[in-house]
């Protein structure tokens, strides 16, 4: 068999399997298929044109479909053999990463909500800083303020198992060998799962609005995480049921590729952290780093996947992160960071030792259905 004839044994062999592709779906494409033949008549070249439309829609599906049928073993010997490269100019797509230039702030860093969350549901302080329909905004920060305050999201006690900046990355090292300078960058994927994958996510994430806690974040004079309302405001779900058996591998797959374009060396993963965190109207997170200090340690790549129920009805919710500067042995803001606003069905990846943050959300309705939602977490190493 030539190369050609096995890749389309093997498309077909996918296509016609349930896992991928159900008796429904295969159904439905024959339909659009016979109606676009119809619709196009004698026109030869219209009905090849259209075709390859609904081809390469469905050649996507399937393909990432595989990754969670197939594992992550196949895919990425497939990926092995062609690499995903990062354009160098501002704005450049090659692939499904994107290279941007960091933004000039508009006014400096401001106050911001959140991108990582913890687990259990304490109850909020006796006297809370505002009411729940009307949360007060985040007191002001300096852009000077130490990482390894409270800060940092606080670790599940269990684990299981469109931008982004082309510059230096740095691996976790040693206090005597830590850079000077962290630049903002990150790396960036569009249409992260598929179009069922994001549905079922939504829905699953709606259903169980009452299992969701207050956010904690980690504090260097208590064992666990506490509640801090001047620093983060965000509610989070640690029980993702099958949603974390299908997004992990899909990291899995692509995570050669993301940590060569982040100048990061590979490792190996010894767990993942992934939470759901809903971030409703006042809510944000104040910048800070994901692994400042030592229960979070092990920490090296944050995940921030973006998801809301559409028409999106909040706005704000920006990632920002800052290009950080040494000082007194404690990374602080030089007040410069890279903005990535919450698209649907958007992964951002960046090392854990920048600093970010999560500016204030603004939904109206305060329903907790409207919030910017995220599927978010780290890889240890």
């Not at 008549?41 to 197939?70: C, H, K, W």
């Not at 990061?264 to 759901?276: G, L, P, R, Y």
């Not at 030089?334 to 951002?348: L, R």
Request: proline share 9%; with cysteine.
């Amino acid at each position: 068999m030539t190369p050609k004839q096995i890749l389309d044994s093997f498309s077909e062999t996918l296509v016609r399997d349930e896992r991928i592709l159900s008796a429904q779906e295969r159904a439905l494409l024959a339909t659009l298929l016979q109606h676009a033949k119809t619709a196009t008549g004698a026109n030869q070249e219209m009905q090849e044109a259209v075709r390859a439309v609904i081809a390469s829609a469905v050649g996507e599906t399937v393909a990432q479909r595989a990754f969670a049928v197939l594992g992550g073993s196949i895919v990425e010997r497939i990926l092995e053999g062609s690499p995903l490269p990062l354009g160098d100019s501002a704005g450049e797509r090659t692939g499904d990463i994107f290279a941007r230039e960091p933004q000039p702030p508009s006014q400096g860093p401001s106050p911001g909500p959140a991108v990582k969350a913890p687990r259990k549901a304490p109850q909020p302080p006796s006297a809370p800083l505002g009411s729940p329909a009307e949360p007060q905004p985040p007191s002001s920060q300096p852009p000077g303020s130490p990482t390894g305050l409270p800060g940092e999201p606080q670790p599940p006690s269990q684990g299981p198992g469109r931008s982004g900046v082309r510059t230096t990355a740095v691996a976790k090292t040693s206090a005597a060998e830590r850079p000077a300078v962290l630049p903002a960058q990150c790396v960036v994927l569009d249409e992260f799962l598929v179009p069922q994958e994001l549905e079922e996510l939504i829905s699953f994430t709606l259903e169980r609005e009452a299992a969701f806690s207050v956010s904690e974040v980690v504090s260097p004079s208590a064992d666990g995480g506490i509640v801090n309302y001047e620093h983060r405001r965000s509610r989070v779900l640690m029980d993702l049921a099958h949603h974390q058996d299908v997004i992990v591998p899909r990291i899995k797959a692509v995570l050669p590729q993301v940590l060569g374009a982040l100048g990061m060396a590979e490792f190996a993963i010894s767990d993942v952290e992934a939470q759901i965190t809903a971030s409703n109207h006042g809510d944000f997170f104040h910048f800070h780093s994901d692994n400042g200090s030592d229960r979070v340690a092990g920490r090296r790549l944050t995940f921030v996947y973006f998801f809301h129920r559409e028409p999106r009805q909040f706005e704000g919710g920006e990632l920002r992160i800052h290009d950080a500067g040494l000082k007194d042995g404690a990374y602080v803001s030089q007040g410069s960071y890279q903005t990535i606003a919450p698209q649907q069905n958007q992964m951002v990846f960046f090392p854990c030792e920048l600093l970010h943050e999560i500016t204030s959300v603004n939904c109206a309705s305060r329903r907790f259905a409207d919030s910017r939602f995220t599927l978010n977490g780290w890889l240890r190493g």
